[in-house]
């Protein structure tokens, strides 16, 4: 069995008074977040962790750093109304909302703006107050693909609609909740298939989880958000830096782990061996009962041929090491590449025996439906979403989140 999801951990909260409406708590939290954060900035300003800045950097204190990206509320707008109705959707309750979740999923839903425009606009222009018709079928087939939803996952979603117009007539409210019905179908398929709902580090257990994915797609800020993550909810954590082809990809990972007091692994010397590292990563987790050893590695090498042989070498040698190991290989996508992605799905799937995939750059990008397409062509779960290059804008996959932010009005 799985452990609770790596759940970002707050600072305490102020008691809720009883009978408090949640905007009147976030209201009263914000307030005091506001003035812990003017005090702290009075006191000492928090100093700007650049993850490309050199190894001289000084090591940030882990608690500044949790700080540093602390949630803060905007107004109470349209987009935490929005937030809040999501999450009483799915049946949480008041006091177990964090403002942290709020924050994040104002975040995604602004970084979905522009998959959503002209998407979510046009659909429900051409859904108008009509019940559902054969053109709208084609208008939303339209838009599904330009979105990135691959053309498989577009199909069966039309197929779904198509079925149901036949049996009966579908007015244009209960058209859109059978679409994200659907499209959440679609994500939770290869999730379900995996058996377990969202990915944790299991405890008790090495934990290995390899970043692989084209170069400059976020692996090493993705490794960077979860390492961070593991350690506000509780993991002891080590990073392996197996980018060894470029000298700055070490110093990077290094900025990373210092911000969350994360302990990196690497070999110094020009060209070390990427399969070296992890072993010497492995040994040093397995000496201190690590719970989970984060693997950081190239996008590029000489050729791409290099890249998928250098990676199956790193899986073979941590399958060798610690054959008692929990192994997730996951694939970090970018996700303004759009159907490119599930391109280098296909490419590293063999190589790197992928487990799921981590999409990442969602905020700017116009192409959201890249992830319905890795979900059903590549059948990968989606673990993890990053919307941003802050320590804290990476949260654990929710497809029903992310359909409704989709599909927010
Ligand atoms: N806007 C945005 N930028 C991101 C995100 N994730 C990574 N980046 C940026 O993408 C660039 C490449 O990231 P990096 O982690 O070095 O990619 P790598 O080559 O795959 O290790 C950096 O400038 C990151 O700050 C994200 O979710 N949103
Ligand atoms: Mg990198």
């Known amino acids: 069995m799985l452990e609770r999801p790596p759940e970002p951990e707050l600072e305490p909260e102020p008691p809720a008074a009883p009978g408090l409406s949640l905007l009147e ?8 977040r506001q003035q812990e954060l003017l005090a702290r900035a009075i006191e000492a300003p928090v100093p700007e962790a650049a993850p490309a800045a050199g190894s001289a950097a000084a090591p940030a204190a882990p608690a500044a750093a949790a700080d540093e990206a602390a949630p803060q509320l905007g107004a109470f707008d349209d987009t935490f109304t929005w937030s809040a109705e999501v999450l009483a959707a799915q049946g949480r309750q008041l006091d177990d909302i964090s403002l942290e979740e709020i924050d994040w999923l104002g975040r995604l839903r602004r970084g979905m703006e522009k998959t959503r425009q002209g998407f979510v606009t046009q659909l429900l222009d051409s859904l108008g107050d009509d019940p559902l018709s054969p053109e709208v079928l084609d208008e939303l087939e339209t838009l599904l693909l330009r979105a990135d939803v691959g053309v498989q996952a577009t ?7 198509r079925e149901r117009m036949n049996r009966e007539v579908v007015d244009p409210t209960e058209g859109i909740r059978f679409l994200k019905e659907q499209l959440q179908g679609l994500l939770e398929a290869p999730i379900r298939a995996s058996g377990a709902t969202l990915l944790a580090p299991e405890r008790g257990r090495l934990n290995v989880w390899l970043m692989v994915g084209v170069n400059g797609v976020g692996k090493t800020t993705t490794l960077g958000k979860l390492a961070n993550l593991a350690i506000r909810s509780g993991y002891s954590c080590l ?4 980018d060894t082809f470029r000298a700055a990809a070490v110093q990077q990972v290094q900025v990373w782990g210092e911000r969350s007091g994360v302990p990196v692994i690497s070999n110094p010397s020009a060209n070390a061996d990427p399969a070296a590292v992890v072993f010497d990563a492995i040994g040093a987790a397995k000496a201190k009962g690590t719970d989970l050893v984060l693997v950081d590695t190239a996008g590029r090498l ?10 199956s070498k790193v899986r073979r040698i941590v ?10 290989s996951l694939l970090v996508l970018d996700a303004s590449q759009g159907q490119n992605g599930l391109k280098q799905a296909m490419a590293f799937a063999s190589a790197a025996g992928l487990t799921g ?12 439906g890249v992830a319905l397409a890795v979900s059903s062509e590549a059948g990968l779960p989606i673990r993890f979403i990053g919307a941003g290059e802050g320590i804290r804008d990476l949260r654990p996959f929710n497809s029903f989140e992310f359909v409704e932010a989709l599909l927010a009005r």
């Open 25 to 32: 708590r976030a209201a009263a939290e914000r307030a005091q």
């Open 319 to 328: 399958d060798k090491l610690a054959p008692e190991a929990v192994v997730q």
């Open 239 to 242: 990073i392996a830096a197996a």
């Open 357 to 368: 995939v981590v999409l990442t750059k969602l905020d700017g990008s116009s192409r959201g």
């Open 155 to 161: 199909d069966q979603v039309l197929e779904a609609l």
């Open 302 to 311: 000489q050729t791409k041929h290099n890249l998928m042989e250098e990676l």
